[in-house]
């Protein structure tokens, strides 16, 4: 397993990303509402990865990461640990390039989860739910295979594909004062700032965390990074903390990171159902409700807003 | 007030009303799923009306009435009786022209829905829920007032509005097979013929109907028009019977109206939901669900279906 952590992806990277992968991805669209500006103050400009392919900007990076290997690597495959949506993300680049994929979910993962993975072509394999199993049954999987490790967030490849989404906003909205996403482990952060720190370094960037796990916000004030022990919040995709490489992009660009609690995050996300008519996961409201409390930082501004993904699970929306 | 029912709207009605109403509504992006036309072997192009102003294509019709009235009788404003999306879009149309609206509402409609009509800055009126008590106090409000009366659908502006949909339709996608609608009162498919048949007479329209509020369909095997006597069904849309107006479109252009299940109904709304990650309500989701079911009839072909609407209580779903 070559460890890719220690290059800093460039620019030049960012560019490759976007013509490797401009076939298996969409150019999402940006989505407007009066009525959230009006009650923001703010001008508001929705980049929405919820329609990405597979539902999440992370088919981006996976797309980078899967269409970048070589043919004798592609042909060992790749393989990743997720119970989230890098899972399926890279299962369904591996599919568009037709080469195996394995991810390692724990055996408490939810079903539908799973079935998302494997629906896209890959192979699951269980472990325990505790980093330990995880390690030990991936190790497993990389020997038998000889697959490309593919991390979450902590990876070049994949922060240079999740910088695409940034490029293509800031060519579909002019002039924009600011842009904010969601930090879990800072994968689409991190590609944010690559993108804009290159191509438009005066657009300010703000990542927004939840209250209950607020890692990245504590990591930022106290200038290393601190991780949460097994924190417990709605938007399940923001628990993983940060690593080096997002490290290095979020104390470099990032303006402030702003928090949210679960019900601030859940009123955004049903104010967005219902005003903007799209289905997204909790992770995905968090930037509105951290814009909601921060009147002051973001009225009169013309303001990026990620939504990073809509892989929700209908039967059990936070509000019901 | 003035009877507008026997007036047959034209394609120069229609293009009147696009040109009239560009800058007070959306034209609604046309999205598709590769995993819904593998489903149903067709390629499916969904013109997103739920995405519309005010959540709904009547806010086409309601704005092509406010908009063609003389400034005389704009004075005297608007007025309807609606329990559904037209009385929030004509709230929204008198709101943008800045005069009176009055939506006579049964005192039994949902809060959210009175809520709605409110929002935009008409007043409400309220009624039994009874059609005899509905006709006295809309009487009273009309003599009162002197506000010209839009129908919800039996009205030439309201059809020639509705029409501009399928308009913007066939200059979005090329080459369309057919065109499929829900039918209630017959609205947007009336529209849907007006232009179709005109601009695009190749193009088959379908309607899709609930097998619980299937009037439509037994009134076009029939002949003539047969109403429902109180239908109850998931796609609350879709209750009200045809009138003269739509009967004149629905007889003349329609290929064939298809029905489905309520369970089939909330089947389809819920494949949307997780698929395309947009918001719709349960009669939008009636022409999927009798695609699927009617395999045969759309396998191949190249199918546009409209999205009719977006105003879901999101506390009260169908499958929760």
Same mark, same amino acid.
């Given at each position: 397993?070559?460890?890719?952590?220690?290059? !800093?992806?460039?620019?030049?990277?960012?560019?490759?990303?976007?013509?490797? !992968?401009?076939?298996?991805? #969409?150019?999402?669209?940006? %989505?407007?509402?009066?009525?959230?500006?009006? $009650?923001?103050?703010?001008?508001?400009?929705?980049?929405?990865? *919820?329609?990405?392919?597979?539902?999440?900007?992370?088919?981006?990076?996976?797309?980078?990461?899967?269409?970048? $290997?070589?043919?004798?690597?592609?042909?060992?495959?790749?393989?990743?640990?997720?119970?989230?949506?890098? &899972?399926?993300?890279?299962?369904?680049?591996?599919?568009?390039?037709?080469?195996?994929?394995?991810?390692?979910?724990?055996?408490?993962?939810?079903?539908?989860?799973?079935?998302? +993975?494997?629906?896209?072509?890959?192979?699951?394999?269980?472990? =325990?739910?505790?980093?330990?199993?995880?390690?030990?049954?991936?190790?497993?999987?990389?020997?038998?295979?000889?697959?490309?490790?593919?991390?979450?967030? *902590?990876?070049?490849?994949?922060?240079?594909?999740?910088?695409?989404?940034?490029?293509?906003?800031? =060519?579909?909205? @002019?002039?924009?004062?600011?842009?904010?996403?969601?930090?879990?482990?800072?994968?689409?952060?991190? &590609?944010?700032? $690559?993108?804009?720190?290159? %191509?438009?370094? *005066?657009?300010?960037?703000?990542?927004?965390?939840?209250?209950?796990?607020?890692?990245?916000?504590?990591?930022?004030?106290?200038?290393?990074?601190?991780?949460?022990?097994?924190?417990?919040?709605?938007?399940?995709?923001?628990?993983?903390? $940060?690593?080096?490489?997002? /490290? #290095?992009?979020?104390?470099? #660009?990032?303006?402030?990171?702003?928090?949210?609690?679960?019900? @601030?995050?859940? @009123?955004?996300?049903?104010?967005? /159902?219902?005003?903007?008519?799209?289905?997204?996961?909790?992770?995905?409201? +968090?930037?509105?409700?951290?814009?909601?409390?921060?009147?002051?930082?973001?009225?009169?501004?013309?303001? &990026?807003?990620?939504?990073?993904?809509? *892989?929700?699970?209908?039967?059990?929306?936070? /509000?019901?």
């Amino acid at each position: 397993m070559k460890d890719q952590t220690m290059y !800093i992806p460039t620019l030049d990277d960012m560019l490759a990303a976007r013509e490797r !992968i401009a076939g298996h991805v #969409h150019l999402t669209p940006v %989505l407007t509402s009066r009525m959230l500006n009006e $009650l923001t103050g703010a001008e508001l400009f929705f980049k929405c990865e *919820n329609l990405q392919k597979a539902g999440a900007f992370k088919a981006r990076g996976a797309s980078n990461a899967v269409f970048g $290997l070589t043919d004798e690597q592609a042909a060992r495959g790749v393989a990743t640990h997720s119970s989230g949506n890098h &899972g399926s993300c890279l299962s369904y680049a591996a599919g568009r390039r037709g080469i195996p994929c394995t991810v390692v979910m724990p055996r408490t993962a939810p079903q539908a989860k799973k079935d998302a +993975v494997r629906g896209y072509g890959a192979r699951v394999v269980e472990c =325990e739910p505790s980093t330990s199993s995880r390690e030990a049954v991936f190790a497993e999987v990389v020997a038998e295979t000889g697959a490309e490790f593919v991390h979450p967030y *902590n990876d070049p490849r994949v922060i240079a594909g999740q910088g695409t989404c940034s490029a293509e906003l800031i =060519e579909q909205v @002019e002039d924009l004062d600011a842009v904010i996403a969601p930090i879990g482990g800072g994968g689409m952060v991190s &590609g944010t700032c $690559l993108t804009l720190s290159n %191509l438009a370094p *005066n657009v300010k960037i703000y990542a927004a965390e939840p209250e209950q796990a607020d890692d990245a916000m504590r990591s930022f004030k106290a200038g290393h990074i601190i991780a949460d022990d097994a924190p417990e919040t709605v938007a399940d995709g923001l628990k993983v903390p $940060l690593k080096e490489l997002t /490290w #290095h992009f979020v104390q470099r #660009h990032v303006t402030d990171i702003l928090t949210a609690s679960d019900a @601030e995050i859940v @009123e955004a996300m049903k104010l967005i /159902w219902k005003r903007m008519k799209i289905v997204m996961e909790p992770s995905s409201a +968090v930037p509105l409700a951290t814009i909601l409390k921060n009147r002051d930082v973001f009225a009169g501004k013309r303001v &990026g807003v990620i939504i990073t993904g809509g *892989n929700v699970d209908l039967d059990k929306l936070p /509000w019901n």
